[in-house]
């Protein structure tokens, strides 16, 4: 089945057809910058841009940086203040007739990570971290996702932890590699004591170059580079989408 995979991030939007058997995509890759703040009305725009420039009215799985219960937006930290408590999925169908499967954004890395990616066939505890604006966290427990696990907004050293660890402050701290991979390192330390996970799984668009940091990692627990990089949210929101359409229900996280 080919579903139209939307990732929404705090600094672009980004989307392909994909086929959801293979994880492949089938069309052309497509960026758009995120304006900050966002607003439902900017979004709703941009996504029904995308939609007309794919001619798609298919079904469409959509990734989002922040939780989502039921197709509907409950937290939203880094893209602004109006979206939280907002129906995308209703908003998607009525403003522009489609069904729509939405589902936070490092939960869709996961599905496509664990379906064709490092975690494949992974058994036990998977913990996938995405690396950007913020740090996404995703739990799968023998290949079954456990939804919406914001470890990144979790405290670590005195702060909420993307703000010490995210990519978005390597650059803005004009930190080394070494310098954040330490940082990193001792963020993925934590998190072992508390999941005691079987496999980390390190993606998203701040860790594509994992040459430049992999070597100051010392965490005890194997680390595996995402196979899929930044195309890993586009991947699992279309895989989401499918298997939602496949089961007949349309739920799952939205």
Same mark, same amino acid.
């Given at each position: 089945?080919?579903?139209?995979?939307?990732?929404?991030?705090?600094?672009?939007?980004?989307?392909?057809?994909?086929?959801?058997?293979?994880?492949?995509?089938?069309?052309?890759?497509?960026?758009?910058?995120?304006?900050?703040?966002?607003?439902?009305?900017?979004?709703?725009?941009?996504?029904?841009?995308?939609?007309?420039?794919?001619?798609?009215?298919?079904?469409?799985?959509?990734?989002?940086?922040?939780?989502?219960?039921?197709?509907?937006?409950?937290? *939203?930290?880094? $893209?602004?203040?109006?979206?939280?408590?907002?129906?995308?999925? %209703?908003? &998607? !169908?009525?403003?522009?007739? =489609?069904?729509?499967?939405?589902?936070?954004?490092?939960?869709?890395?996961?599905?496509?990570?664990?379906?064709?990616?490092?975690?494949?066939?992974?058994?036990?505890?998977?913990?996938?971290?995405?690396?950007?604006?913020?740090?996404?966290?995703?739990?799968?427990?023998?290949?079954?996702?456990?939804?919406?696990?914001?470890?990144?907004?979790?405290?670590?050293?005195?702060?909420?932890?993307?703000?010490?660890?995210?990519?978005?402050?390597?650059? *803005?701290?004009? $930190?080394?590699?070494?310098?954040?991979?330490?940082?990193?390192? %001792?963020? &993925? !330390?934590?998190?072992?004591? =508390?999941?005691?996970?079987?496999?980390?799984?390190?993606?998203?668009?701040?860790?594509?170059?994992?040459?430049?940091?992999?070597?100051?990692?010392?965490?005890?627990?194997?680390?595996?580079?995402?196979?899929?990089?930044?195309?890993?949210?586009?991947?699992?929101?279309?895989?989401?989408?499918?298997?939602?359409?496949?089961?007949?229900?349309?739920?799952?996280?939205?």
């Amino acid at each position: 089945m080919d579903v139209l995979g939307i990732d929404i991030g705090g600094t672009g939007i980004k989307a392909a057809v994909v086929d959801t058997l293979s994880g492949d995509l089938v069309s052309e890759r497509v960026r758009v910058p995120t304006e900050l703040p966002v607003t439902r009305t900017a979004l709703l725009r941009t996504l029904g841009a995308l939609l007309d420039q794919f001619d798609w009215r298919g079904p469409v799985g959509c990734g989002f940086p922040g939780v989502i219960r039921g197709g509907c937006v409950d937290t *939203a930290a880094n $893209l602004g203040p109006d979206l939280p408590g907002w129906d995308l999925k %209703g908003a &998607l !169908r009525e403003h522009h007739g =489609i069904a729509a499967y939405i589902l936070n954004d490092a939960d869709a890395a996961a599905l496509a990570e664990a379906a064709f990616g490092a975690a494949r066939g992974q058994c036990g505890v998977v913990l996938v971290l995405t690396v950007g604006t913020g740090i996404g966290s995703a739990l799968v427990v023998d290949g079954v996702l456990v939804p919406n696990i914001e470890l990144g907004h979790a405290e670590y050293k005195g702060k909420v932890a993307e703000h010490f660890v995210s990519n978005r402050t390597r650059k *803005a701290e004009e $930190l080394s590699w070494k310098q954040w991979a330490q940082r990193f390192d %001792g963020f &993925l !330390r934590h998190l072992e004591r =508390i999941i005691q996970p079987d496999l980390f799984v390190i993606g998203g668009g701040g860790a594509k170059k994992p040459k430049k940091f992999a070597e100051f990692l010392r965490v005890k627990t194997p680390v595996r580079f995402a196979a899929y990089a930044n195309r890993a949210g586009i991947i699992g929101a279309a895989v989401g989408a499918a298997r939602a359409e496949t089961a007949g229900t349309g739920r799952g996280a939205g």
